[in-house]
Nanobody, 122 residues
């Protein structure tokens, strides 16, 4: 059983930065794959970045070089540093977790946060 709470969303101009944080509670956090997903109005939810329990990291192609995902197992937190933000990054961002990395990346993770809004203006 895992509970996830996101924070750090907001409104920023194009080219700016935001850092999202996800605080997790529950048992065996370090054994979970953790990821960030986003959904813009009228579009499907998509994986943004994921970090597995063994340290494997994957990113959506459009955010490579701009976003960085990290985790601190000692503090039970997950972060997403977002730089050089673009209007197309505007979406609700969700933190998610699952023991199965593949199921998580395909959007079927067992645990989800409430979401935090990111708005990037041109």
């Amino acid at each position: 059983q895992v509970q996830l709470v996101e924070s750090g969303g907001g409104s920023v101009q194009a080219g700016g930065s935001l850092r999202l944080s996800c605080a997790a509670s529950g048992n065996a956090y370090s054994a979970y794959s953790m990821g960030w997903f986003r959904q813009a109005p009228g579009k499907e939810r998509e994986g943004v970045a994921q970090i597995d329990s063994d340290g494997t990291i994957r990113y959506k192609g459009s955010v490579k070089g701009r976003f960085t995902i990290s985790r601190d197992n000692a503090k039970n937190t997950l972060a997403l540093q977002m730089n050089s933000l673009k209007p197309e990054d505007t979406a609700m961002y969700y933190c998610a977790a699952d023991r199965d990395w593949y199921r998580l990346w395909n959007g079927r993770g067992n645990y989800w946060g409430q979401g935090t809004q990111v708005t990037v203006s041109s």
